[in-house]
């Protein structure tokens, strides 16, 4: 059975750094893309940026390009969503998703990290 | 790169079919057949429904059904049932630097 397991949900406060994780069980790891998708409070879906575990090639969004990095460590098939220096904007549920690369379709999903930043 | 136009809610009865439209640009939704389609229920992480406009993962209900016609593509849930309620979100490749792009999201309500 493919899963994506994320780590628990984190409360920070502004100007922390914070690295959440998701790992893959269930599958060849490094077949497939991972993305990482925010949902801030009451919003919509918001893709930030994939990588692939196979050679930790990445691709971010203009929009988070350079607010976060994306990492992976094949050897215990887990990703990584980081952040150098949080901001109260960050606080937002983020999700993990594995992508299908020739139907460009997010087939399996992690349960979602909730992150709050608050002073 | 704009986030794909959905409908803020639809609504319909049991038994009911409804349909989500999706509108996008010829960057996306109209020119590569690759959008799909999730389920969002309350607290929960999205779900694939389609994919490649009209495909069905394994396990999926054929009460769902995709399509595609120039920029916009729909999704169609008949014989609606309480359990579809649930956020639904559209989402295409984009050649754009974005690679992809969802949709703002339509509420699903069965009355």
């Known amino acids: 059975e493919v899963q994506l397991v994320q780590s628990g949900a984190e409360v920070k406060k502004p100007g922390e750094s914070l690295r959440i994780s998701c790992k893959g069980s269930?599958?060849?790891?490094?077949?497939?893309?991972i993305s990482w998708v925010r949902q801030m409070p009451g919003k919509g879906l918001e893709w930030m940026g994939r990588?692939?575990?196979?050679?930790?090639?990445?691709n971010y969004s203009p929009s988070f390009q350079g607010h976060v990095t994306i990492s992976a460590d094949k050897s215990i098939s887990t990703a990584y969503l980081q952040w150098s220096s949080l901001k109260a904007s960050d606080t937002a549920m983020y999700y993990c998703?594995?992508?299908?690369?020739?139907?460009?379709?997010?087939?399996?999903w992690g349960q979602g990290t909730q992150v709050t930043v608050s002073s | 790169q704009s986030a794909l136009t959905q409908p803020a809610s639809v609504s319909g009865s049991p038994g009911q079919s409804i349909t989500i439209s999706c509108t996008g640009t010829?960057?996306?939704?109209?020119?590569?057949?690759?959008v799909s389609w999730y389920q969002q229920r309350p607290a929960k992480a999205p779900k694939l429904m389609v994919y490649?406009?009209?495909n069905r993962p394994s396990g999926v209900s054929n009460r769902f059904s995709g399509s595609k016609s120039g920029n916009t593509a729909s999704l169609t849930i008949s014989g609606l049932q309480a359990e579809d309620e649930a956020d639904y979100y559209c989402?295409?490749?984009?050649?754009?630097?974005?690679?992809?792009?969802f949709g703002t999201g339509t509420k699903v309500t069965v009355l």
């Open positions: 990588i692939d575990p196979s050679d930790s090639y990445t």
């Open positions: 998703a594995r992508g299908d690369g020739s139907t460009w379709a997010f087939d399996y």
């Open positions: 989402s295409s490749y984009t050649s754009s630097s974005t690679f992809y792009v």
């Open positions: 269930g599958y060849s790891f490094t077949s497939h893309w």
């Open positions: 010829s960057s996306d939704v109209g020119g590569y057949n690759y």
């Open positions: 490649e406009v009209s």
